[in-house]
Each structure stands twice: as C-alpha cells, then as structure tokens.
C-alpha cells in the first residue's frame, strides 16, 4: 500500500523553525516529484514548495520564499521542509503530495499529484 506520512510538525514561537518530514511507504521516492501544501479551515489549499523527483529543481510561493527550503534524500525516502523565520500566519495543516513524475513538480491547486499524506499541524504562536 502507498503511504505518505508527514511527521516535525508542533508548536513554535513566531521566528523559529521547525523541518517537516514526509516519508513514503510501499513505494520509493526516486521517480516522483513531491509538493508540499498547506490548507488552513475555510482556505484553498496552497501550494507552498515542490521538487523534482531528482532534486534537481525546485520551486516556491511567494509567501514562503526565502523562509523555507525544500530538500530529499532518496536514500531515506524522505522529502524534508525546512522551515524559518516562521511567522503566526504559517499556522495550519501541512500535507506532502507524490506524483510519479522526472522532470516537473506543481505548485497548483494540488490535482496534479496522485498520492497524499494525512497532515501534520504546525502552530505559530507566542
């Protein structure tokens, strides 16, 4: 079974970091491009930063540009967000996307990937 499972999410006071793991099950990364998104209650979904299944190039919103940065490690079968300067706005549920893809990722509305995570809250707050 193909899983995706987001986990470094918790409580982190404005101007701190957290790093976001997502982390696939039944399936390795190697050949999928991977999106990270986040959906607050009543928001569309966002598309904040994806990487080619390479790693090779990446892309970012403009909201999270220079805060955060997107990495994987095909070895561990990991995709990491590293996350900075955190502001109380970023304050939602992050989700990791796969599609099975070289060469391209999408930051749209999140149609384009096949395989999602169930979340994993992040609150900023003092």
């Known amino acids: 079974q193909l899983q995706l499972v987001e986990s470094g999410g918790g409580l982190v006071q404005p101007g701190g970091s957290l790093r976001l793991s997502c982390a696939a099950s039944?399936?390795?990364?190697?050949?999928?491009?991977i999106g990270w998104f986040r959906q607050a209650p009543g928001k569309e979904r966002e598309g904040i930063s994806c990487i080619t299944s390479s790693g090779g190039s990446t892309n970012y919103a403009d909201s999270v540009k220079g805060r955060f940065t997107i990495s994987r490690d095909n070895a561990k079968n990991t995709v990491y967000l590293q996350m900075n300067s955190l502001k109380p706005e970023d304050t939602t549920i992050y989700y990791c996307?796969?599609?099975?893809?070289?060469?391209?990722?999408?930051?749209?509305?999140?149609?384009?990937?096949?395989?999602w995570g169930q979340g994993t809250q992040v609150t900023v707050s003092s």
């Open positions: 039944g399936f390795t990364l190697d050949y999928y491009a």
């Open positions: 996307a796969a599609r099975r893809r070289r060469g391209l990722c999408d930051l749209g509305e999140g149609d384009w990937y096949d395989y």
